[in-house]
């Protein structure tokens, strides 16, 4: 078979360096209440587009880095090289490509594309990260499998490692038969290539992501969350060069932890039109200053919902060293957030959640959305138009979305359903 290889424009967001102007965490002010989005850590008020745009979306980009989720790696080089192509996939229906994504020198990402065969024009596609490897999204023999460690839940062979026992798994999760049938194309790839997912692989490889002159002790110094987001902008390098693809109709979908991903991901480059953070929970779409009512400590010895002090000692690997003292003191965040949700204005955000999900807190992921809407008025003239959440299992499918089904935490046929919907209002 021929392989293609095509190097795409690099593409990275310049932030302006406020780290020298940052104070330490226990210098911030305390702010009991959801940090204004609108208001310039000077105090200045942003009342126009342009202001938002231009001063303080790249404030709070900073910020973001500085106090929570580490530096962005700088861009670098990437090409995509096709491995294999099925243009008869699903039944005729879809041609499946394995793609090797080469990031700069020696970090190849496995890329799963399948597009849909009947289509009279580029279509939109689901760019997301899953947790398995792409050989368990589908029934096909020949899809391979990932050769690093993969989470025990998902590995499939012994020793956190995949095995064919595990092909096929995620079918149900990722459903893309559905996404095909319904117009739109679906790229994944696999966490496990960029940062395996465990304490010690993800600290010796995230050292491979530092930025120019810092040290992997840095407290900004780039954490797992940071550059799994900056992956999916690597991907969307590769996808924008797809002719089947539509470039503007780039949609990144995430679940749990990939759902804290998806939506960073989105936050920080503006070429993503759409994101749907599923259940992302605490450091996601879920506020760090958790109500009390939902910090209560249950007869178990942990809260309802899961707090930044929680989420830090499991996984401290995560998140940025600077965002470690907030455990204690998360009202001194200079934001929440409803300020990362903010950041992807004027593009849409469907916010989706479980009923017995609790632990990822959806009464909060809902308030999110309501406190990111002045920041869409201001920016697209419209946001989430509704001051309650919806009932279970009717999708709020305003620019600013929030959908909430029966069940527990999961990704689900359901899910997608309802994303595809969402997706048929503002991608079509």
Known sequence: MPLRTILPLVFAISLPLFAADFPASESLPAQAALPDPLLLQDGTRVTTKEQWQQRRAPELRALFQHYMYGAQPPAVPVSGKLLREDRAAFGGKAT????????????????LVVIPNQRKKPVPVFLGLNFSGNYALVADPLVQMPQGWVLEKYAGGPNNRAGEVGRGKQIDAWALEQSIDRGYAVATFFMGDVVPDQVDLAREK??????????????????????????????????????????KRIAVVGHSRNGKTALLAAALDERIAMAIPSQAGCGGTAPSRVSAEMAEIQANGRPKAETVAVINKSFPYWFAGSFKPFGIAPEKLPFDQHALIALCAPRPVLVSCAVEDVWSNPPGQFAMLQAADPVYRLVAGDGIGATEAPETGRLLASRLGYFIRAGNHAMTREDWQVWLDYADQWLR
Not at 96 to 111: A, K, M, N, T
Not at 228 to 244: C, I, Q
């Open 96 to 111: 499946l490509r394995e793609v090797l994504v080469s990031i700069g020198q020696d970090e190849p990402v496995h890329l």
């Open 206 to 247: 995230l050292k491979r992501f530092l930025p120019a002159g810092m040290l992997a002790d840095a407290p900004d110094a780039p954490a797992t969350i940071m550059v799994w987001a900056w992956a999916f902008s690597r991907m969307v390098d590769y996808l924008v060069t797809v002719p089947e693809l539509d470039p």
